[in-house]
DNA sequence: TCTTGTGAAGTGTTTCACAGCT
DNA sequence: AGCTGTGAAACACTTCACAAGA
């Protein structure tokens, strides 16, 4: 057993999420056990892989056994610290955002939408689940009243960096961005980018045969990567 | 000069796609010429591995100078295969798909959108641009005779492993899913992943200070991840 | 016999330091 | 002097092989 404090590689703490998704899905069609071979069925990674993971988190499962489902996914929940529900705000209810919001107010319980800001003053005051639409030069106050924890920003690029800055200086320090365009913003906060054409141009890279980017692996083992 | 066949490692062709939207910026407000750490500042990563990126192309800049800007977009769109257009077809025509069917018309050049499917007959007939929704069951049919290159899907999770596999039937072989679910595709394909909650659950691990997972280094340097 | 857990080996990636042009 | 390009070192991650436990 290995003390708590050490902990999981970055590489490996971004497969977590997927691990845990995967067994919520074998718990939900009544599996209550599984070994390493059948979750590397289910995510598409190695089994070799899942259990060095794993058991850098503790000692999970039962040797010739496997693991309990239910107890793996406590068990990665905590590690994860997802005991807790975090604030979210959404920056940008253009179709996108409102396709987000939909899924947020439906996916519960790790995340809650608490707050949806937009520049736009015919969205302004419209009505999301129970929020109301407000203006982005709220979002400063209202991110430090709400304590919000996490800005998912779906704004047009040129607006991305302002609304960016002023979800900093409203005490944000992790930001999901969706506009298509690098953020500057001080050291204290951590920014994930989702881009479409991005996502789209390295996909394109990885067309399989006539063997393109050196040799037959195409691509790295990610959490998002699936090669078959 | 290397031989063009030594290529890039997968890591850093996954950056390239970056380098291009921020060298396109850059040329969009007038830049015409950048050394890598313009371009370091530009993307959020280091100028070491942006040297080394581009050198692994070819001899692209000019030692004491730089690099060009629109050369350099050039060479790494070359490099990628970029000069041609990819055809993708849409599969799901919620409030996603629809939201990125309506970015999918705009960005136009590398890619062009050119069939989208639903299952729901409420949907099927709407215009999206110039094309009309179809049946998921002309996904095999019409896949194979507008050679469709890239399957996007945005369906609910149960319906997404159908899909996927009559987009495969109908011979496509680059998937990019939006669906929370891991898709079963025969090796000849590869499939990209985008989940907003594993996306979400990645980032709230990455929450700064209060040192979490190991040390100073929070994040993996990749082309979504910037830390500052 | 089955499966986990883990040191060790192998592989890939980043960082460094500096040689080589301009 | 300034910046690129690159071998070498440092680091991180994955894969392997097998010991240990049920």
Redesign the interface.
Known sequence: MKPDS??????A??R???Y???LK?LAHSGVEQVCSRDLAE???LEAHQIRKDLSRIGNLGKRGVGYQVDGLIDEISTY???SRT?R?ALIGY???G???A???LV?GE??RLAAVFDCSARKIGARVGDLEVMSWKRIPQVFRECAI??AIITTPPLAAQGVAELAVEGGV??I?NFA??????????????????????????????KK???GP????P???????
Chains 1, 2 share one sequence.
């Open positions: 050490v902990s999981v590689s970055p590489a703490a971004a977590l999420p997927l845990i998704r995967s899905e289910a995510t598409g994860l610290r997802l975090w979210v253009g179709r996108l409102a396709a987000l939909a899924h947020l996916s790790n995340f924890e996490m320090r992790l999901l298509p365009i690098s953020l500057n913003v001080p050291t204290t906060a951590v920014v994930r980018n989702v881009d479409l054409a991005t996502e789209m141009l390295a996909l394109s890279l990885q067309l399989p045969s393109r980017l050196r692996r195409i691509a790295r990610t959490a998002s990567w699936a090669s078959a």
